[in-house]
């Protein structure tokens, strides 16, 4: 018996909670960059550390590269990393000023002639670059480039010539889309949720819904992923949850799914934090230093969407 004088015992230490996992997996792997997001977003970390860290990517053409989007190697500009740095610049509140209008000139730039984007600029010749994205010498406008890079100017009021014809493309891209995979629906959803015009998004990804619902691109039972076909040329097992196709509770492809398909999907997201604290890369891991510079990104973005929709992350 213990006696009447004697110290209670100390207190159990707190369970870890998902966001003190994820910051200790982010110190251990993160590039700076996702570093310095990882504390802007969730530690309350300022913006410029972020864009300093972003601006080591910029070329003098002003566009990015360096393997900003880590499937991409090499030091040249490309629309998949400039995508990138506009995502990361939203992220922030620095989408806009002066920056982007020089982000508009090397987007006029390497445009196709029907004012889009290609998904991979010719000039990634010669540096090494995931299988799945190949390299041709007349690549052609590509609504997986274009569509983020429209829809983030527009959701920031950016003006610029650039604007108008590539507009145009997304809308006749996604107006057209009738057998798609998951990728380009959800590039789709990024122009369609900040386009201009919201009758005509809004018809349009009624019309986008019910196509991925018609051809199961959304994994909607993820305790039976078997049961829903993955896209050719994806890895095994890379599968598509309605939260890949609707970041946020506010974007048009949140009407496509059921409170409870969300609810399942999100617990699945939640559920799949691995022990080291980070999440998985579900696409096709080609050389390893790309998977160790993608876990960090996609453990924030999968913390972001857990939060967006109000759940507990620590």
Do not use: K
């Not at 508009?104 to 730039?109: D, E, V």
């Not at 569509?147 to 959701?155: I, T």
């Not at 949850?241 to 970041?247: E, G, I, L, Q, T």
């Amino acid at each position: 018996m213990a006696e009447s004088g004697a110290s209670p015992l100390p207190a159990a230490p707190p369970a870890h909670t998902p966001l003190s996992r994820a910051e200790r997996f982010v110190w251990l792997t993160a590039r700076v960059l996702e570093q310095r997001r990882f504390a802007y977003h969730f530690l309350g970390g300022g913006a410029d550390p972020v864009e300093t860290a972003l601006a080591a990517y910029r070329n003098e053409d002003e566009g990015y590269g360096h393997a900003l989007e880590p499937d991409l190697r090499g030091p040249v500009s490309q629309p998949l990393h400039t995508a990138h740095a506009l995502r990361v610049l939203d992220s922030i509140g620095r989408c806009g000023g002066q920056r982007v209008e020089r982000v508009c000139r090397y987007l006029t730039a390497v445009s196709t002639p029907d004012g889009a984007l290609p998904a991979i600029h010719p000039s990634q010749r010669g540096y090494p670059a995931a299988p799945f994205v190949p390299v041709v010498d007349d690549p052609p406008g590509d609504l997986l480039a274009t569509g983020p890079v429209v829809g983030l100017l527009h959701r920031n009021e950016v003006w610029h010539a650039w604007l108008f014809r590539a507009t145009d493309f997304c809308w006749h891209a996604t107006e057209s889309l009738r057998t798609t995979h998951p990728y380009e629906v959800e590039a789709a959803v990024a122009f369609l949720d900040s386009a201009p015009d919201r009758p005509r998004a809004e018809a349009v990804a009624d019309r986008l819904g019910r196509l991925v619902r018609e051809q199961r691109l959304a994994c909607l039972a993820p305790g039976r992923p078997e049961a829903y076909p993955v896209a050719p040329g994806y890895a095994p097992g890379e599968h598509h949850f309605p939260y890949d196709f609707a970041r946020t509770p506010n974007s048009l492809a949140r009407a496509w799914f059921t409170d409870e398909e969300m609810a399942r999907a999100l617990d699945h997201l939640a559920g799949e934090q691995q022990e080291d604290g980070g999440w998985p890369v579900r696409w096709r891991q080609w050389a390893p230093g790309t998977a160790l510079e993608c876990r960090p990104m996609v453990t924030i973005e999968a913390l972001r969407t857990l939060r967006a929709y109000g759940r507990a992350i620590g």
